[in-house]
């Protein structure tokens, strides 16, 4: 495929020119595959958005290699620290206060007095980073409110010839997008990820709100409609429905044709990895429905289930 490029220093190379130029290219994290633009500049920033038609107040997840350039946009504190120790770089996403004088474009994040920041894990991404004197604003590399892309060709899909060029790192570890805590207020998870909130109360030694099933939107992103194939899925189903496909966990299932296993070993982390899999695959099939068995709600089956219910919306 034309538009896929390798890992290499020349191609890593070129991908720095891309984004020194204020332009858009597709690159792999440790979480699903995103959609990069210089986070400074105007331009990049309002071309992520209409590339993805994405809702200008939904804001972006701004992408660091490490505290360096981050103390120049945002204010933070102990439990930043804490947990910037132990789980960045990685899939953890933390809302902070913006300073006066970042350099990140407003639109980014969407106007609001603070800020989404990460700091990747994945090789590709983070050798890239490092060459950037700017940081990246970064989500997901799929059109506003669909499945987000686990590998290249998924991204391909999305975009067709509008993206012209992506770095290929193989399918995504995770497969699902990180956690998201706030910590511009009272710690609270926004989103959960693989990342769990258990993880998280152990770091901090204190009790963390869940508010991602709160009614009133604080983060954007908690928008009902989200994640979604765009076909009716039912959740929690127990019996197959011969004509709607029909996701299952486990290895007690007897498997036909209208059936794909999120892991037949019953690991959750398996599963999350398939789930955006499975639910193009089951796109591109043309099936009119979707049931889906119960998936146990712990560690990262909650961010499973998190993105089901939301895909079901
Ligand atoms: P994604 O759509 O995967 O890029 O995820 C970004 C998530 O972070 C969305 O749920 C956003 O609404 C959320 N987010 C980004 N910036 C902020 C912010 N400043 N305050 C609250 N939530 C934010
Ligand atoms: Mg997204």
Same mark, same amino acid.
């Given at each position: ?16 020119? /891309?984004l020194?130029k ?6 792999? #994290?440790?979480?699903?595959? @995103?959609? &990069? ?11 992520i ?9 939904? !804001?972006?997840? /701004?992408?660091?290699?490490n ?10 504190? $102990?439990?930043f ?10 899939p953890? #996403?933390?809302?902070?206060?913006k ?14 007095? #603070?800020?989404?920041?990460?700091? *990747?894990?994945n ?5 890239? =980073?490092?060459? =950037?004197?700017? !940081?990246?604003?970064? *989500?997901? &590399?799929? %059109?506003s409110t669909?499945?987000? +892309?686990t ?17 290929? @790192?193989?399918?995504?570890?995770? @497969? ?15 989103? +959960?990820?693989?990342?769990?909130? #258990? ?6 030694g204190k009790?963390?709100?869940?508010v ?20 009716? /899925?039912k959740?929690?189903?127990? $019996? !197959?429905?011969?004509?709607a &496909? ?19 070993k ?5 599963? &999350? ?11 591109k =099939?043309?099936y ?6 119960? %998936? ?16 079901s919306?």
């Open positions: 495929m034309k538009n896929i490029y390798r890992n290499s220093f020349y191609n890593l190379n070129k991908a720095k020119r /891309i020194e204020n332009q858009i290219l597709a690159l792999p #994290t440790e979480t699903v595959y @995103g959609l &990069a633009g210089n986070a400074y500049s105007h331009k990049s920033v309002k071309r958005y209409s590339l993805k038609k994405r809702p200008q107040k939904n !804001p972006l997840i /701004i992408h660091y290699y505290l360096e350039l981050l103390k120049k946009d945002a204010e933070y504190d $102990k439990n620290l804490r947990l910037y120790k132990k789980f960045s770089p990685g953890l #996403t933390y809302i902070l206060k300073k006066k004088k970042s350099k990140v474009s407003k639109f980014a994040n969407a106007k609001l007095k #603070t800020i989404a920041v990460r700091f *990747p894990k090789k590709i991404i983070r050798s890239l =980073l490092k060459k =950037l004197a700017f !940081p990246l604003a970064i *989500p997901s &590399a799929n %059109i669909g499945v987000s +892309p590998d290249p060709l998924d991204v391909v899909d999305e975009f067709k010839n509008k993206i012209k060029f992506i770095l290929n @790192g193989g399918k995504s570890l995770i @497969g699902l997008e990180s956690t998201v805590i706030n910590l511009s207020s009272k710690p609270a998870i926004l989103r +959960p990820g693989s990342i769990s909130r #258990t993880q998280i109360e152990k770091v901090l009790k963390v709100s869940n991602t099933k709160s009614k009133f939107v604080i983060s954007p992103g908690m928008h009902k409609r989200h994640y979604s194939p765009g076909i009716p /899925i959740l929690n189903s127990i $019996k !197959p429905d011969y004509k &496909a029909f996701i299952v966990f486990g290895k007690k299932y007897k498997m036909k044709k209208n059936m794909f296993n999120l892991s037949k019953s690991n959750l982390k398996e599963a &999350a990895k398939n789930l955006y899999k499975v639910l193009r695959k089951i796109k =099939l043309k009119k429905k979707i049931n889906v068995v119960k %998936i146990p709600n712990k560690n990262i089956g909650i961010a499973i289930n998190d993105r089901l219910k939301k895909a919306n």
